[in-house]
């Protein structure tokens, strides 16, 4: 990659599916889920051959920023921007968008993911963002890269790619045909086969490029733009002002201006419980352990155990964590509704620190 490249990571939320390990003053995005290092930690590190820390935006919470300031001192506190109220990943973006363009120029790239993701190959996921950078360069389209799927999971939206660009583009990227949300099982399982990708929420656009639609496309965001000046009372004046609208419907389906470029370098969302069994490896019997716990006669099992040992005895499918005198015990389907679980619960259990 050439020019002014910078790297923005959306770490917002909770994770309340991680509960009761994630808690408000101990989000998913700063635990250790996938190995030693926290999620975004790994986030960093990957970014870090193509973007050095001072050209890294942290978007998150703003009752966040104090403790990912004090997880990634190698970030200035300047470049950990804190939400005052959640407004949707349009507006995230376009704020980032904007101090990006103030700071270094409106054709400088920014690189758009998520703090919550395994990458399976780092060097696969850094060459896809470089080939990515070059079409958004050559083309000044915006530039979503799609996963090609690895299972028919209708967790996921997809994308439709449509014509090739040409040749002066290159690079294996497409018109983004349609985007399609959640589907069922089935239907993913055919679109799979039909060569849709994965809508991973990987973008890669000139700054200029991608603010130039919002100011055209996206109403919601646009006018608090407008007024944006540079000075102290930016942010709270710019998320006052906007209308919460995400950025996939907010900008990329309504603009003429999106290619998809698929990606293959073992992408997943560590969302649940359930997705550790993906991304970690697992004993013989197929259970995935953190901490001391002892697995006999029991198969397929995630186990995190802090302060406490836990042991499974012919057991299967089943999530237990226990971490402060707390434990849960869930199924592996079940695991993935422990937001409903959660708010169901008394705040004084599941806001504990």
């Not at 808690?23 to 990957?46: C, I, M």
């Not at 970014?47 to 966040?64: D, G, K, M, Q």
């Not at 939400?83 to 690189?111: F, Q, W």
């Not at 006999?296 to 005198?325: F, P």
Request: charged share 20%; aromatic share 6%.
């Amino acid at each position: 990659m050439s020019g002014a490249h910078w790297s923005v990571i959306l770490a917002g939320g909770v994770g309340s599916r991680f509960w009761p390990l994630s808690t408000p003053s101990r989000p998913k995005q700063l635990l250790p889920l996938v190995n030693d290092q926290s999620l975004l930690e790994n986030t960093l590190a990957r970014l870090a051959p193509l973007t050095p820390p001072e050209r890294t935006l942290i978007l998150t919470n703003a009752s966040l920023a104090d403790a990912i300031s004090a997880a990634l001192p190698s970030v200035p506190r300047e470049n950990i921007i804190a939400e005052p109220r959640p407004a949707g990943t349009a507006a995230a973006l376009a704020y980032a968008a904007s101090v990006i363009e103030r700071r270094t120029g409106a054709d400088a790239v920014m690189l758009c993911v998520h703090a919550d993701w395994s990458i399976g190959n780092p060097e696969a996921f850094r060459a896809t963002l470089s080939r990515a950078a070059d079409v958004a360069t050559k083309t000044q389209a915006l530039v979503t890269v799609g996963i090609v799927p690895s299972r028919p999971d209708p967790g996921f939206g997809y994308i439709e790619p449509g014509e090739p660009l040409d040749a002066t583009s290159t690079e294996g990227a497409r018109r983004v045909a349609r985007f399609v949300e959640k589907p069922s099982r089935e239907r993913a399982a055919v679109m799979c086969q039909d060569g849709y990708l994965w809508n991973s929420g990987i973008f890669v656009w000139r700054v200029g490029d991608f603010l130039g639609e919002v100011r055209a496309l996206t109403p919601e965001v646009a006018p608090a733009l407008h007024e944006l000046s540079g000075g102290p009372n930016d942010i709270a004046d710019f998320f006052g002002a906007v209308q919460s609208i995400s950025v996939d419907v907010g900008v990329l389906e309504r603009s003429a201006k999106i290619v998809v470029l698929p990606g293959d370098f073992g992408w997943d969302d560590v969302g649940t419980w359930a997705s550790l069994h993906r991304v970690r490896t697992g004993d013989a019997d197929g259970n995935v352990v953190y901490g001391p716990a002892y697995a006999r006669h029991a198969t397929n099992n995630v186990v995190h155990a802090e302060g406490n040992t836990v042991v499974l005895y012919g057991v299967s499918d089943l999530v237990v964590v226990t971490r402060d005198g707390l434990t849960l015990v869930t199924t592996i389907d079940k695991s993935a509704d422990l937001k409903t679980l959660v708010e169901s619960l008394p705040n004084d259990l599941t806001s504990a620190s």
